[in-house]
Every structure is written in C-alpha cells, then in structure tokens.
C-alpha cells in the first residue's frame, strides 16, 4: 500500500530504497517541484507534480494527508481531492484548521464517500528528530486504518498521539494546545522582562534559564528552548520584538467566549502580540525567538 503526503516537508521516515512510513511506500506532492525532487532524492519517495498524479499512484482505498497552511491553501487541495477521489478513499488534514472549517469539509467528503481524519499536529522543527505530537480526530475505522502511519511518525508507538474524538476534535484540541501554548510563552517572556529590567542586580538570564532547566517548578521544553535562544544571543539584540499569530488563540479565544468560559491568560497573551506590533519589548523579542526556536518561524530582524 502507498500513503500520499500533499505539501510535505520532512515528515520523517525509515531510510530505504523508498521512504517507508508505518509500512507504506510515500507518494509526496509539494506545489514547488524542485522540494519534490529534493526530498525524492533525499528520503526516497515516489515523485508526483499534480494531486492528479498522486491519485493515480495510489491503489484504492487511498489515503492522502494533506500538509498545507489553514484556510485557502487547504480549502483549495481538499476540494480538488473531493473531485480526483472515490468512495472509501481517506483523506488526512494535518494541518491547524479551524474545526469548525474540518466539521464542514468532512460532512463534504462524507457525501461522496469520502473519510476526513484531521490530525492536530505539533513538535514544529523538531518532530523529525522527537516524533510529533498528533491530536487524532474521526471515525473508528478511518484513525485504525492510519495508526501504523501514527504510530510511526509519534515519539513512540504508545506515547504522544491519540484518537481524542470524532472529526474535528482532533483539529479543536490542537486549537486548545495552542491556546495554552500563547499563555505559557506570555508568562516566561514577562518574568524575563521583569529580571531584565532589575538592572542593579545585573542578572545573567541565560544562566538563570539553565538553572531552572533542572529541578525547577517550572521546568519545560519550552524553556529549554528559551536557555537555547538566550545562549545565542542574551539581549535578543537582533530580533525585532514583533510576534505573529497564526489563528490558534484567536479562535481559542473566540470558543471561550462561545462557551461562557473565562479564558484572561490566554486572552493576555494574544493581546500580548497585538501590541507587539506596536511597541518595542523585551518581552517580545523573546516570544519571536521562541517561534523560531520550537517552530522555525521566522524572525524579523533588526537592521545594523
């Protein structure tokens, strides 16, 4: 059996004549095809250049997990697969949709016998080499067809991914994950902005940032990459303190308003990045730092 990976980056593997993931050959599509070859070349995957030809080197029932941007680049690509498919094909969005854009695309599929499993995916840059976490949604049947994938590309077979619920829970608790996530970075970034500005003290924050890395309360990965960011360069001096959202806690936010739920961190710390456009921060250069850190999103630097 073939799997399709739809604007794959390095998604990891078992290194073989052919990429092999949970005991499937990959077919792999990107929009540019020189990273399709590249990654052929690299890793071994069979090369396609259209959604067309992914489909056709697939055998019935396909499975096709479609890695692009939320909104319009994943519209565009489910709804091309809706018409290249058949009934009993599987079709994977591991992407950060918004859920209730998953719910409708699924009840789409649904009509032509098409099954949506959404996949909240997390681990960014570092996933190939850690496994990646992965909020599973769908039905029964159609996540038991992708758990050898799942379990593959996991830290582990048993650890870090799970059937969390129906189609588009997958895609709602990654938005809560991400929610979570804003607050978590919000608080580091304004307790190392408080110890930075304690100038008579003349803190050395990447020393305090390893200090806690061990045996501290508030220990976590997200720290360790704070330690990572700070040991490169301990004023940040060239990154602009100006943070992107993706979507995540907006809608985050949104639900804990749909649902009466009091959200204020989590509202802060999007807030938080608004003004980051606005205003230099320490603070905030720390937060883009830890994007690039964890993610590999981009940073705007400081012109010399």
Same mark, same amino acid.
């Given at each position: 059996?073939?799997?399709?990976?739809?604007?794959?980056?390095?998604?990891?593997?078992?290194?073989?004549?052919?990429?092999?993931?949970?005991?499937?050959?990959?077919? @792999?599509?990107?929009?540019?095809?020189?990273?399709?070859?590249?990654?052929?070349?690299?890793?071994?995957?069979?090369?396609?250049?259209?959604?067309?030809?992914?489909?056709?080197?697939?055998?019935?029932?396909?499975?096709?997990?479609?890695?692009?941007?939320?909104?319009?680049?994943?519209?565009?690509?489910?709804?091309?697969?809706?018409?290249?498919?058949?009934?009993?094909?599987?079709?994977?969005?591991?992407?950060?949709?918004?859920?209730?854009?998953?719910?409708?695309?699924?009840?789409?599929?649904?009509?032509?016998?098409?099954?949506?499993?959404?996949?909240?995916?997390?681990?960014?840059?570092?996933?190939?080499?850690?496994?990646?976490?992965?909020?599973?949604?769908?039905?029964?049947?159609?996540?038991?067809?992708?758990?050898?994938?799942?379990?593959?590309?996991?830290?582990?077979?048993?650890? @870090?991914?799970?059937?969390?619920?129906?189609?588009?829970?997958?895609?709602?608790?990654?938005?809560?994950?991400?929610?979570?996530?804003?607050?978590?970075?919000?608080?580091?970034?304004?307790?190392?902005?408080?110890?930075?500005?304690?100038? !008579?003290?003349?803190?050395?924050?990447?020393?305090?940032?390893?200090?806690?890395?061990?045996?501290?309360?508030?220990?976590?990965?997200?720290?360790?990459?704070?330690?990572?960011?700070?040991?490169? !360069?301990?004023?940040?001096?060239?990154?602009?303190?100006?943070?992107?959202?993706?979507?995540?806690?907006?809608?985050?936010?949104?639900?804990?308003? !749909?649902?009466?739920?009091?959200?204020?961190?989590?509202?802060?710390?999007?807030?938080?990045?608004?003004?980051?456009?606005? !205003?230099?921060?320490?603070?905030?250069?720390?937060?883009?730092?830890?994007?690039?850190?964890?993610?590999?999103?981009?940073?705007?630097?400081?012109?010399?």
């Amino acid at each position: 059996m073939k799997l399709a990976m739809v604007g794959l980056g390095k998604m990891g593997g078992n290194m073989a004549r052919r990429l092999i993931v949970g005991g499937h050959e990959v077919v @792999g599509f990107n929009l540019h095809s020189d990273v399709t070859d590249q990654l052929a070349a690299e890793f071994g995957l069979i090369p396609a250049y259209s959604l067309a030809e992914v489909v056709e080197n697939l055998e019935a029932p396909r499975v096709v997990w479609v890695m692009v941007p939320a909104g319009k680049p994943t519209e565009s690509v489910i709804t091309e697969l809706s018409k290249l498919l058949s009934e009993g094909d599987l079709v994977v969005d591991g992407g950060n949709s918004n859920y209730k854009e998953t719910l409708r695309r699924g009840t789409m599929l649904a009509k032509k016998g098409i099954r949506l499993v959404d996949v909240g995916t997390s681990g960014g840059v570092w996933g190939l080499k850690e496994g990646y976490s992965m909020m599973v949604g769908g039905s029964e049947t159609a996540v038991a067809t992708l758990t050898p994938i799942l379990k593959t590309l996991a830290p582990s077979a048993d650890k @870090g991914w799970g059937h969390v619920g129906p189609s588009g829970a997958g895609h709602f608790v990654k938005m809560v994950h991400n929610g979570i996530e804003y607050g978590l970075m919000q608080a580091y970034a304004e307790g190392f902005e408080i110890m930075k500005a304690k100038e !008579d003290f003349g803190l050395d924050l990447h020393q305090i940032s390893e200090i806690w890395r061990s045996g501290s309360v508030v220990r976590s990965w997200l720290l360790d990459l704070t330690a990572n960011a700070l040991s490169e !360069d301990a004023n940040l001096s060239n990154i602009e303190g100006y943070v992107p959202d993706s979507g995540e806690g907006r809608w985050t936010v949104q639900e804990a308003i !749909d649902l009466d739920i009091p959200a204020p961190i989590i509202t802060h710390s999007l807030f938080a990045r608004f003004v980051s456009r606005q !205003d230099e921060s320490f603070g905030a250069k720390l937060l883009a730092a830890m994007r690039n850190q964890f993610g590999g999103h981009a940073v705007v630097k400081v012109d010399n």
